[in-house]
């Protein structure tokens, strides 16, 4: 069954007259989605935070550099490159601030959000170009940033759980850089949305096949794309030699099959990959703490996977 606090922040949300955001400009729906996080997330925990600029494919991405409170400034930390969510139309660095800052404080590791483009002014692989380069030059700058080039770790939430997985895919394409993990968040892993989640859990549970298609389509400008790995890491043919994987996944989402059918190709392919479903959550929970209980736990435990897996000599 749903979480009843899952149950009573959907009825709040329809009580409140929050408009679907496949009923809004892309503009409309970024700001409320700011605005939703206020409402949904618990207050910032300390955290020791800069602001970075780097040269993107085409022009500046602004990235944000979280060091756990308490770490010794000039230690040198494993690293996790994070993209957030968003249907890679809306979010950004503000809107998982709270989540990066949980995710360096729980795992001891230091975080590097991306502002990476976003669709529809830009569309596909705008947003997969800007994630490639943003791990590259995190593993570049590593000195700078104070991060171990051996230990990095990509991850992200929803459209972010995408991108951090074809970034993995593309790393292993290119002979680096090497990572040690990935992190995917629901994460969205085939574009065509025909596993039977969709059907399942396509109205009713926040993220709906409308918002989904709103976002589809805003991002991909060609159907033909959707067979892309790069847009579909679940279509690679090959899976092989890939970063262990923590994948997380809600009950009640849409996309819950699609994180499935990813941790099990993973696995069959030979790498180690780890799924966990929160069977009564919905899509988008986890930086939902302020709300929903099991977000913090959630939260929590993809920390500890997180220092599990970029400890000295993992």
């Known amino acids: 069954m749903l979480h009843p606090q899952a149950r009573a922040l959907l009825d709040l949300m329809v009580e409140k007259g929050v408009p679907p955001t496949h009923t809004l400009a892309p503009s409309e729906a970024r700001a409320m989605y700011r605005e939703r996080r206020s409402f949904t997330q618990p207050k910032p925990p300390h955290c020791l935070v800069r602001e970075l600029t780097m040269p993107g ?24 490159v994070y993209y957030h969510g968003g249907g890679w139309v809306i979010g950004d660095l503000d809107t998982h601030d709270t989540l990066c800052r949980e995710l360096a404080n729980g795992s001891g590791c230091a975080v590097v959000s991306v502002d ?15 994630s490639i380069a943003a791990l590259r030059w995190v593993h570049d700058n590593a000195a700078q940033l104070q991060v171990d080039p051996a230990r990095l770790a990509v991850g992200g939430d929803s459209a972010g759980g995408n991108l951090a997985a074809v970034v993995a895919i593309a790393a292993r394409e290119a002979g680096g850089p090497a990572l040690a993990f990935q992190l995917l968040i629901y994460p969205a892993t085939d574009q065509r949305r025909t596993a039977p989640s969709h059907r399942t859990n396509g109205q009713g549970y ?37 970063p262990p994987a923590f994948v997380l996944t809600a009950g009640y989402d849409p996309l819950r099959d699609e994180g499935l059918q990813y941790a099990q190709r993973l696995t069959a392919a030979g790498n180690r990959a780890a799924l966990v479903c929160f069977e009564r959550q919905i899509h988008g929970f986890a930086p939902m703490g302020k709300f929903i209980d099991e977000a913090n736990v959630a939260v929590q435990l993809c920390a500890a996977q997180l220092r599990q897996a970029l400890r000295p000599g993992a």
């Open 206 to 242: 926040l993220l709906t096949s409308d918002s989904i298609a709103y976002y589809h389509d805003h991002y991909i400008a060609d159907a033909a794309q959707d067979l892309d790995w790069r847009a579909s890491p679940l279509l690679h043919e090959n899976l092989e030699g890939l």
């Open 116 to 130: 990476y483009r976003l669709a529809p002014e830009h569309r596909f692989p705008a947003a997969v170009d800007d």
């Open 57 to 80: 494919p085409a022009g500046p991405i602004a990235l944000r550099l979280y060091r756990p409170a308490g770490s010794a400034p000039s230690g040198v930390l494993p690293a996790l």
